[in-house]
């Protein structure tokens, strides 16, 4: 089994590196159908993958400009609750139960996945009236006390269920941060993809904190080369994106996807009976 940690996790990394959000969701599957490990050791285990590869990944960003501090760490911290949720709730359900939701979140994720294919120049277009927008902060209190509650509320509603999938899924919920950073916060499209990471950082962190001491036995060795390989197969990703078009790539990812998604809802859901 050892034997494949490396190419299973190259290939994981590269659908990360390429398209960004959505690329982390194969973790966990490949933890238990690849690897032959349960759902808690497989979605904690996802965490810590998940969280390394988003600090790695954020470092060229970062140099480059595209990661807004501020913004990331607030809205991570806004889903440090949810992601304290989530990881109780997932400790407290069985594991058939927690994989058959995992399919159906997969089939969420493709279906988000392609229509952001088919708007991908109406969320641009959405993305610079955002930005527009960003000059009007959500709360101020000089010279007057003022508050865009609307945006507020979507902030933290956002937030906090990006948090609640990390700790129940051990998911980085990349696929959802980027559109809200760039429709409520008001940010560009790549400085969104960047500080996305930052906020898939802590909410897996703060969800794998929230994990430790429920019994849960990690095998070191594949998280180590898994986690290795996924970086190095993210970094090999944003090269492949610049010679292969974003939309065969969005469109090979989503059909795989599926195909997980329907051999995990195949092996759990008669579980469920």
Do not use: K
Request: glycine share 14%; net charge positive; aromatic share 6%.
């Amino acid at each position: 089994m050892l034997a494949l940690v490396i190419p299973v996790g190259l290939l994981i990394g590269l659908s990360l590196g390429a398209l960004g959000g959505g690329g982390s969701i194969l973790t966990v599957p490949a933890l238990v159908y690849v690897f032959g490990q349960d759902s808690r050791a497989a979605t904690t285990g996802s965490l810590l993958i998940v969280g390394v590869t988003s600090v790695i990944g954020m470092i060229p960003h970062r140099r480059a400009a595209r990661v807004s501090v501020a913004q990331g760490i607030v809205f991570g911290i806004l889903g440090v609750a949810g992601s304290y949720l989530g990881s109780q709730l997932s400790a407290a359900v069985r594991q058939d139960v927690l994989l058959a939701g995992f399919s159906v979140l997969m089939l969420a994720v493709a279906a988000l996945m392609t229509r952001r294919r088919r708007a991908q120049a109406r969320l641009a277009s959405a993305g610079a009236v955002a930005v527009a927008m960003a000059a009007r902060p959500i709360l101020t209190v000089r010279p007057a006390v003022t508050c865009d509650c609307r945006r507020a509320v979507t902030v933290v509603l956002t937030a906090s269920g990006v948090g609640l999938l990390t700790g129940f899924f051990g998911v980085g919920g990349g696929f959802v941060v980027v559109p809200a950073l760039v429709l409520a916060l008001g940010v560009s499209m790549p400085v969104a993809v960047g500080t996305s990471l930052l906020v898939i950082a802590i909410n897996s962190f703060s969800a794998l904190l929230f994990r430790l001491g429920h019994g849960v036995t990690l095998d070191w060795w594949v998280i180590g080369g898994f986690t290795m390989a996924g970086v190095v197969g993210s970094l090999l990703g944003s090269r492949v994106v610049s010679r292969v078009g974003p939309a065969r790539l969005n469109l090979a990812f989503t059909l795989l996807l599926v195909v997980v998604a329907l051999y995990t809802a195949a092996r759990s859901i008669p579980g469920l009976f």
